[in-house]
């Protein structure tokens, strides 16, 4: 799950500065407020990388999801990014799961054949 879950939030980095960019060009945001948004949540991205596996990193990724979806209130082309990048989130934490099950049953049995 780590690593599905990990490329997502990588991909949703490099969305989330390249929105910052976009965002800069609306003259009712400062630049300062784009980019402490822009980075933090940029930041949350690269942290959330190493802790999806530790209790609540999924849900937090969920809140960045919607974050994510609700940035789209001030670069709308991020309602349907957000959407894509939620999707491709349920999608990582779904086969993930069903990756690290079948590892462990494989395992299980790998352990039962040689004793």
Not at 83 to 110: I, N, P
């Amino acid at each position: 799950m780590r690593t599905l879950c990990a490329s997502t939030l990588i991909g949703e980095f490099f969305v989330i500065g390249f929105a910052g960019l976009v965002a800069m060009k609306d003259p009712e945001l400062s630049m300062s407020t784009v980019w402490t948004v822009s980075g933090i949540a940029m930041f949350l991205c690269v942290l959330l990388c190493g802790l999806v596996t530790r209790p609540g990193g999924v849900q937090l990724g969920w809140a960045l999801q919607i974050a994510l979806i609700l940035s789209g209130f001030f670069v709308p082309t991020m309602f349907f990014m957000g959407a894509v990048f939620a999707a491709l989130w349920w999608a990582s934490v779904h086969f993930g799961r069903k990756v690290d099950e079948a590892k462990a049953r494989f395992a299980a049995q790998t352990a039962g054949d040689a004793g």
